[in-house]
Every structure is written in C-alpha cells, then in structure tokens.
C-alpha cells in the first residue's frame, strides 16, 4: 500500500497539484468517479458489464482509488491503519458464525 500511495503522491506533487485539493473537492471527486464507475453497470447485468467494459471499470476503480489517497494525505489518514480497525469492528458485528452455515 505504502508503494502505490507514495506513486500517487509523488504523480500529485510533480504536476504541484496539492494547492487545488481540498477535502469537499477531492470527497466529490471519489463520488464523481464512483458513479463513472457504477455507469459501466447501467442497464446490464454484471456479466455483460465487465465482457463490455473491464477496462474502463479497471481505470474508474483506479481513479477511486487515486482520489482516496489523496484525501486521506489530506486528513492526515493512515488508511492501512483505519481499513485494518474497520475490518476488525466488522468481524465483531459480523461474526463468521453467524454468516455462514456450517456443513455437518
């Protein structure tokens, strides 16, 4: 993670981007892109969706991506750190025995 954040980072700063990026506008921007994303899947079910468009879907989800870490440069996120507590506040309010059936 460490990797691609520092490539987005370093891609941001080069082109001395940081001075237009707020945390509203790059929060829209993750929707913006979100819904370029969730347009792939308008009218199709998911199979004819990806066989049409993976690529544009693969590129919307690396924008996403893209805003996300800059947001959270922004905040001062460590965003390892926060995904690593949210899946452990997850597995508690959603335990494994309680999501799937155990075989006999």
Do not use: C
Not at 70 to 83: H, S, T
Request: glycine share 0%.
């Amino acid at each position: 993670m460490k990797e691609i954040q520092k490539k987005i980072l370093d891609f941001r700063d080069e082109r001395d981007w940081k001075k237009y990026h707020n945390e509203k506008d790059l929060a829209i921007s993750i929707s913006l892109e979100a819904n370029e994303l969730l347009e792939n899947f308008q009218w199709r079910n998911s199979e004819e969706a990806i066989a049409k468009s993976e690529q544009n879907i693969k590129e919307e989800m690396a924008d996403i991506l893209i805003y996300l870490v800059q947001l959270a440069d922004k905040m001062g996120i460590n965003l390892e750190e926060e995904v690593t507590n949210k899946l452990v506040k997850n597995a508690i309010k959603y335990p494994v025995s309680k999501s799937v059936e155990k075989i006999k």
